[in-house]
C-alpha cells in the first residue's frame, strides 16, 4: 500500500503535520474581511441584475421558464369578431384554414387571424402610428443602422451546417407568417408606386415607412436612389375588425401545418388537387420529372416586381416562387406528397381520392414537423435549450394553448436566420462537383433553372453539400443592397433585406429590444453601457451613436447583435421568443404528429413509423439525390466520412402499416 497518498476522505490540507504554529487573528481576520465584503459585492450584483440563484449550470435557471404573454390584447378578436364556426369534434383530420383545431376557441390559430402578442403593442399614437424615441424625436433610417452597425463588418466564413437550412427555414417560415401589404390603390385603377414620391407619402397611410437612405449611402448615393418605397402590412381592419391599437393579420395558417403545400383555405386548396388518386396537379419536365404545376408570366404584384417566365402554382401563392430555395422546397414536398398518395393507393385500391389525399397530407405534415422538431431547431436555438424548455417531450395537447405565430417570432426573432442566406446557391452534381453557381438575388421570382438538365436534382445536392454562412449578425451584402430589384434594370434598384426587417418591427408595432429582452428574464438596461452582458461593446458604442437611449434600440437590432448562447446560433432573447412560438405550435395543436387520443391521432405502429421519417426520405422518395447524411443539416465530406453518407435503400420508405386502415382506425 502507497501510503503517500492521502485517503479521499482526508482533506489535503491537514496531510502534513506541521510544525507551524496556527495562523494568528489578524491574517484570519483580514481573510474573513475580504470574503465579507465579496458575498456583500455579490450580493448586490444578485439584486441589481435579479439574478437567479445558479444551479450548476446558470444559464438553465432562466431558460426552463416558459414566458407568458402579458399583452392585453389577444383576446380582442376573438371577443370582438371571430365569426361562428360550427365543428365537428370528431373530424379526424385538420381543417384547411385550420379552424376547429381548438374545440373552445375554434379560431384560434385560423389563416386570416391576428398574430400573438408577447407584449402589447408599441405605437406612438397608441393605435397605428410608428414609433418614437423616448424623447420624441424619428426613430434612425434602419438603412443608416444597417450600414452603420452590420454592413462593414460581414464575415466571410462558413460554418459546419450546410445551405439546407436556409430553404427548410424558410419553408417554415411560410407555413407559420404571411404578413401582406397594405398597398393603396392611386384611384385610376392602378396602385400606388412604392410610396416614393413625397405627395403619396403624404397621401396615404399606408406610405408611413418609406426609409430614407442617407446621404453618404455606399450603394444607393451615386444613383440618387434617396429611399426605399415600403407599404405598411394589412391589418385586421382591411379584414372589417377594428380593433384598437392596430392588430395585424396572418394569412397563413399559424399551425405547422403545411400550409404553404396545401393551401390556407379550402377553395385554394381545392384548386390545387388533381381530384384523382389524392394527387396535388403537377407539370412535367422534358424529362418527365415532376414539378409544381407551371404558370406563365402570371404578375402577382406589380409594384414591387413583375414575374419572368417560368412560375409555378403552389399552396403559397404570395411567396412560393420567391427564391430558387424556396421554390425548391415547393416542389420537393409536392413530389412527397403525390408519392405518398401513389404508395398508400397501392396498399388500399378501394380508398377514395378524399381518403388518400388527406392521409398523405397527415403524413406530409408529421414529416415536416418532424423533420423540424428533431434537426433544425436544435441547431437554431441549442439541444439543451430545446431539452430543458420542454421541445422534445412527448406531446400532451393543452386546449388552454393558443398556438399563434408571435409578432415578436415572425417579424424579428425568426427573421434573424436572414443572416444565413447566402450569397450564393451551388448546382452540384453527383459526382461532387459543383457545375455552376447563381446569384440568390439574381434569381429571385424567376425560376427558369429549376425544370432542365436536372438543375433540380444538383441544387439539392448543393444545399447538401456546400457549407452554410457563418452566422453572424451582418446579412451578406448582396440581399442588404440588391434583393428583387426591378426586372430588366441594374441590381441598385433593389432592396435591403435587413432595411426592410428593422423598419417592418415597427410597422407592427414591436416593443424595443431592452423590453423584449426583460420580459425573457435577462435584466433590464438601464443605460447602454449594461447592454456588454450579451452585446459587444463596440456594437454598444455604435448604438449609441444612432439611439437616443438603450431603451429605443429596435428589437431585430438587438437580437441580431447578442451572443450566441452555448450550443445556439441566436442570442437568449431570441431563443426565448423562438422556443415559446414552437411549444405553443405544438403543444397547443390538436392535430400535432404524436399526439395521442384524438380522433386525428396515429396509430401507435404508424407513429413508430414517422417517427423513424427524415429529411432522408424525402429527398430518396422524391429526387435522384443520393449518398445522404442522417444529419441533414450538417456538412459531411464524403471522402473523410464515406460511411456517415447513406445510400437510398437506408431511407426506405414502409407505409404498410397504412394498409386496409380501416382495420386501424376508424374512417
Ligand atoms: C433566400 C432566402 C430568403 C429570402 C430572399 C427572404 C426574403 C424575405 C422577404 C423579402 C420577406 C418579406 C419582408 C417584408 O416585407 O417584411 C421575408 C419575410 C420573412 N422571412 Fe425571409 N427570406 C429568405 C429566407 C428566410 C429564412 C431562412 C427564414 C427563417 C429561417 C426567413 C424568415 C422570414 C420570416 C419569418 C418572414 C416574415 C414572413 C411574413 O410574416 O410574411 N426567411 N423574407
Ligand atoms: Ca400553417
Not at 459546419?160 to 417554415?172: H, K, Y
Request: glycine content about 6%; charged content about 20%.
Amino acid at each position: 500500500m502507497d501510503f503517500s497518498t492521502p485517503r479521499e476522505s482526508q482533506p489535503l490540507l491537514n496531510q502534513k503535520k506541521s510544525n507551524q504554529k496556527p495562523q494568528k487573528w489578524p491574517f484570519r481576520g483580514i481573510l474573513f474581511g475580504l470574503l465579507f465584503l465579496g458575498a456583500l459585492y455579490l450580493l448586490y450584483v444578485f439584486i441589481k441584475y435579479e439574478i437567479q440563484p445558479a444551479s450548476n449550470d446558470t444559464t438553465k435557471t432562466w431558460k426552463l421558464k416558459h414566458v407568458s404573454s402579458i399583452a392585453t390584447t389577444n383576446d380582442d378578436y376573438v371577443k370582438q369578431c371571430a365569426p361562428r364556426v360550427k365543428c365537428d369534434p370528431n373530424a379526424k383530420y385538420r381543417s384547411l384554414n385550420g379552424s376547429c383545431n381548438n374545440l373552445n376557441t375554434p379560431t384560434w390559430g385560423a389563416e386570416k387571424t391576428p398574430f400573438f402578442r408577447l407584449l402589447n403593442a408599441n405605437f406612438s399614437d397608441g393605435y397605428y402610428k410608428l414609433r418614437l424615441q423616448s424623447n420624441g424625436s424619428a426613430l434612425p433610417s434602419p438603412r443608416e443602422v444597417n450600414i452603420k452597425v452590420f454592413l462593414d463588418q460581414e464575415i466571410y466564413h462558413v460554418d459546419e451546417n450546410n445551405v439546407l437550412l436556409v430553404p427548410f427555414g424558410q419553408l417554415i417560415a411560410h407555413d407559420v407568417s404571411g404578413l401582406f401589404l397594405d398597398i393603396p390603390g392611386n384611384g385610376k385603377g392602378g396602385v400606388v408606386d412604392g410610396c416614393v414620391d413625397a405627395n403619396a407619402r403624404k397621401t396615404y397611410t399606408q406610405c408611413q415607412m418609406v426609409v430614407d437612405n442617407p446621404p453618404d449611402d455606399p450603394v444607393y448615393a451615386k444613383h440618387n436612389i434617396s429611399c426605399m418605397g415600403l407599404f405598411r402590412s394589412l391589418t385586421s381592419r382591411n379584414y372589417s375588425c377594428p380593433l384598437y391599437p392596430t392588430a395585424f393579420v396572418n394569412n397563413n395558417t399559424h399551425f405547422i401545418d403545411a400550409s404553404e403545400v396545401y393551401g390556407q383555405n379550402l377553395d385554394y386548396s381545392l384548386h390545387l388537387r388533381m381530384m384523382e388518386g389524392g394527387r396535388l396537379n403537377f407539370s412535367i419536365n422534358n424529362n418527365g420529372e415532376m414539378f409544381c404545376p407551371f404558370l406563365a408570366n402570371k404578375n402577382l404584384d406589380l409594384t414591387v416586381h413583375s414575374i419572368k417566365d417560368t412560375e409555378y402554382d403552389t399552396g403559397d401563392p404570395d411567396n412560393g416562387n420567391q427564391n430558387l430555395g424556396i421554390i425548391a422546397m415547393q416542389t420537393l414536398f409536392l413530389r412527397y406528397h403525390n408519392y405518398i398518395a401513389f404508395k398508400l393507393s397501392t396498399l388500399n385500391s378501394n380508398w377514395s381520392d378524399e381518403i388518400l389525399y388527406q392521409e398523405s397530407r397527415r403524413i406530409v405534415i408529421a414529416t415536416i414537423q418532424r423533420i423540424l422538431y428533431k434537426d433544425f431547431l436544435p441547431i437554431i436555438i441549442g439541444e439543451d435549450f430545446q431539452e430543458a424548455y420542454g421541445l422534445n417531450e412527448e406531446n400532451i395537447y393543452d386546449p388552454t394553448i393558443n398556438p399563434s405565430t408571435s409578432q415578436e417570432f415572425s417579424t424579428a426573432a425568426y427573421r434573424i436566420l436572414h443572416s444565413l442566406i447566402p450569397v450564393q446557391f451551388n448546382f452540384i452534381n453527383k459526382d461532387y462537383k459543383t457545375e455552376f453557381s447563381v446569384n440568390v438575388t439574381d434569381w429571385m421570382r424567376e425560376s427558369n433553372l429549376i425544370p432542365i438538365r436536372n438543375n433540380f436534382d444538383k441544387l439539392l445536392k448543393g444545399f447538401l453539400e456546400t457549407p452554410g454562412r457563418l452566422i453572424q449578425s451582418s446579412y451578406n451584402y448582396f440581399i442588404s443592397n440588391f434583393m428583387l430589384a426591378k426586372p430588366n434594370q441594374p441590381p441598385y434598384t433593389g432592396r435591403d433585406l435587413l432595411t426592410i426587417d428593422i423598419v417592418r418591427g415597427r410597422d407592427v408595432g414591436l416593443q424595443p429590444y431592452n423590453y423584449v429582452r426583460q420580459f425573457c428574464g435577462l435584466p433590464l438596461a438601464n443605460d447602454f453601457e449594461d447592454l456588454v452582458d450579451l452585446i459587444h461593446i463596440k456594437d454598444i458604442k455604435k448604438l449609441k451613436g444612432l439611439y437616443n437611449t438603450v431603451n429605443d434600440i429596435d428589437l431585430m437590432v438587438g437580437i441580431l447583435l447578442e451572443k450566441h448562447s452555448d450550443g445556439a446560433i441566436v442570442g437568449p432573447t431570441a431563443q426565448c421568443i423562438m422556443a415559446d412560438s414552437f411549444y405553443r405550435y405544438k403543444a397547443g395543436d390538436r392535430f400535432f404528429y404524436d399526439v395521442q387520443g384524438q380522433p386525428g391521432s396515429f396509430t401507435k405502429d404508424q407513429l413508430k413509423v414517422i417517427q423513424k421519417i427524415t429529411f432522408g426520405h424525402v429527398l430518396c422518395a422524391t429526387t435522384n439525390v443520393d449518398d445522404i447524411q442522417d444529419k441533414i443539416f450538417k456538412v459531411v465530406d464524403h471522402n473523410l466520412f464515406p460511411t456517415n453518407k447513406l445510400k437510398c435503400d437506408e431511407y426506405y420508405l414502409d407505409l404498410k402499416e397504412w394498409e386496409e386502415l380501416n382495420d386501424h382506425t376508424e374512417l
